[in-house]
């Protein structure tokens, strides 16, 4: 396993809710803020949400602020992100990263940046 491992994605209904998780290790997590980026089937990497290395403050893309939310618990060098009132146009590969705060938030240049710390991402899939 690499540094960064995604987990939790799946198939859900329109209306449904997941929990991703990204497990972290080989770095010393409490000195990086994280984020979230998706890439939906023939989309670019897109940018959804980055929380601080508190954990105490966030940004959220307009395409899901209200809906999703992103914590950390530094005592387990894991970041996680709150899927809700999930939509078909959810449906994407999920990864996490690290990131500056406030947050870089062009995708496409998220895996040239933090690429040396990159997981294998997660799906999520919505579909009725």
């Known amino acids: 396993e690499g540094p960064l491992v995604e987990s939790g994605g799946g198939v859900v209904q329109p209306g449904g809710s997941l929990t991703l998780s990204c497990a972290t290790s080989?770095?010393?997590?409490?000195?990086?803020?994280m984020s979230w980026v998706r890439q939906s089937p023939g989309k670019g990497m897109e940018w959804i949400t980055g929380?601080?290395?508190?954990?105490?403050?966030?940004y959220y893309a307009d395409s899901v602020k209200g809906r999703h939310t992103t914590s950390r618990d530094n005592a387990k060098n894991t970041v996680y992100l709150h899927l809700n009132s999930l939509k078909t146009e959810d449906t994407a590969m999920y990864y996490c990263?690290?990131?500056?705060?406030?947050?870089?938030?062009?995708?496409?240049?998220?895996?040239?940046?933090?690429?040396?710390?990159w997981g294998q991402g997660t799906q999520v899939t919505v579909s009725s």
């Open positions: 990263s690290q990131d500056s705060y406030p947050p870089m938030r062009e995708g496409r240049r998220y895996r040239d940046i933090f690429g040396e710390y």
């Open positions: 929380i601080n290395s508190r954990g105490d403050s966030a």
């Open positions: 080989g770095f010393t997590f409490t000195k990086f803020a």
